[in-house]
């Protein structure tokens, strides 16, 4: 059974960094594309990274340059690394796994505010 638990979200201030991780089990990172996807409040779930099986990471277009995603098959663990955050990154930061379908963890607050 796939499950996946994001941590590391929490209040940042502007122009910071923070680090995400999602711990999946009954996922092999072979097979598997795993990515990030964001929900803002009143907005749509946003795409915001995805690396696949082989290591080749994609970003959102929002993301990209200040985002960077990565994943750890030792203790199958996936990290977004943020920086340069911005309140529009304000969100709440969902970890997915895709195989033949998509599974989601249950997210974690990301608030970047002065």
């Known amino acids: 059974q796939v499950q996946l638990v994001e941590s590391g979200g929490c209040l940042v201030q502007p122009g910071g960094s923070l680090g995400l991780s999602c711990a999946a089990s009954g996922v092999s990172f072979s097979v598997f594309i795993m990515g990030w996807y964001r929900q803002a409040p009143g907005k749509q779930r946003e795409f915001v990274a995805q690396?696949?099986?082989?290591?080749?990471?994609n970003y959102g277009a929002s993301v990209k340059g200040r985002f960077t995603i990565s994943k750890d098959s030792t203790n199958n663990t996936v990290y977004l690394q943020m920086n340069s955050l911005s309140p529009e990154d304000t969100a709440v930061y969902f970890c997915?796994?895709?195989?033949?379908?998509?599974?989601w963890g249950q997210g974690t607050q990301v608030t970047v505010s002065s």
């Open positions: 690396i696949t099986s082989d290591g080749l990471p």
């Open positions: 997915n796994a895709d195989y033949y379908r998509r599974y």
